[in-house]
């Protein structure tokens, strides 16, 4: 299985993030699995595409051109895509994975993790959307999702198909148990 990890081109301020990925990508190694990223060397897009390369398994990175430099792309992966643009780049990333996972990052973390899981609700695909819930990192979110329910805006049914843990080995043991809910137009 390749998962599409979408996660922070910084570290985070407090060692635990770093120490999470590194668990993340130890447990992706123990059951062969491989990974799709950002492309970038820096951050915690780094330190997990380095732990998964140091375990053996694969790990494929898609980088916009506008970012080679600025990003700082990875030179030791088993591949690097250089694409033109954004768009074009979450559209390889979600073309390549199995299923998707988000770690904490920022606003383009959150901005690929929702495009992914409204394509999910939508019918476009039946892959598991997780988010690693790091030191309760997602959490606010998570409650901010809840209000939309509650509000009218969303069905429980997305909330409760949305992987949400703490833990590498269940994240992954959800991931793959998973199936998709029938479309929100079925």
Same mark, same amino acid.
């Given at each position: 299985? @390749?998962?599409?990890?979408?996660?922070?081109?910084?570290? !985070?301020?407090?060692?635990?993030?770093?120490?999470?990925? =590194? $668990?993340?990508? +130890?447990?992706?190694?123990? @059951?062969?699995? &491989?990974?799709?990223?950002?492309?970038?060397?820096?951050?915690?897009?780094?330190?997990?595409?380095? +732990?998964?390369?140091?375990?053996?398994?694969? $790990?494929?990175?898609?980088?916009? %051109?506008?970012?080679?430099? #600025?990003?700082?792309?990875?030179? !030791? *992966?088993?591949?690097?895509?250089?694409?033109?643009?954004?768009?074009? @780049? %979450?559209? =390889?990333?979600?073309?390549?994975?199995?299923?998707?996972?988000?770690?904490?990052?920022?606003?383009?973390? *959150?901005?690929?993790?929702?495009?992914? /899981?409204? +394509?999910?609700?939508? !019918?476009?695909?039946?892959?598991?959307?997780?988010?690693? &819930?790091?030191?309760?990192?997602?959490?606010? *979110?998570?409650?901010?999702?809840? &209000?939309?329910? &509650? #509000?009218?805006?969303?069905? @429980? =049914?997305?909330?409760? #198909? *949305?992987?949400?843990?703490?833990?590498?080995?269940?994240?992954?043991?959800?991931?793959?148990?998973?199936?998709?809910?029938?479309?929100? /137009?079925?």
């Amino acid at each position: 299985m @390749r998962h599409a990890i979408y996660c922070g081109s910084s570290l !985070g301020c407090d060692d635990v993030y770093a120490n999470a990925a =590194k $668990v993340l990508a +130890a447990q992706i190694v123990q @059951r062969k699995d &491989n990974i799709v990223y950002g492309g970038a060397s820096v951050g915690l897009m780094g330190v997990i595409a380095d +732990a998964v390369l140091s375990g053996g398994q694969s $790990v494929i990175g898609v980088m916009p %051109k506008a970012l080679t430099d #600025k990003e700082l792309q990875h030179s !030791g *992966l088993t591949q690097l895509h250089i694409v033109d643009d954004m768009q074009t @780049r %979450k559209t =390889k990333m979600a073309n390549l994975a199995d299923s998707y996972i988000a770690m904490p990052g920022g606003v383009g973390t *959150l901005e690929e993790i929702f495009e992914v /899981w409204t +394509a999910g609700q939508l !019918g476009f695909h039946q892959k598991a959307c997780a988010f690693y &819930n790091v030191n309760g990192y997602f959490d606010e *979110l998570i409650n901010f999702v809840e &209000n939309m329910i &509650n #509000k009218g805006f969303m069905r @429980r =049914k997305y909330l409760d #198909k *949305l992987i949400v843990s703490d833990d590498a080995s269940l994240l992954l043991d959800a991931i793959e148990n998973y199936t998709a809910p029938i479309s929100k /137009w079925q």
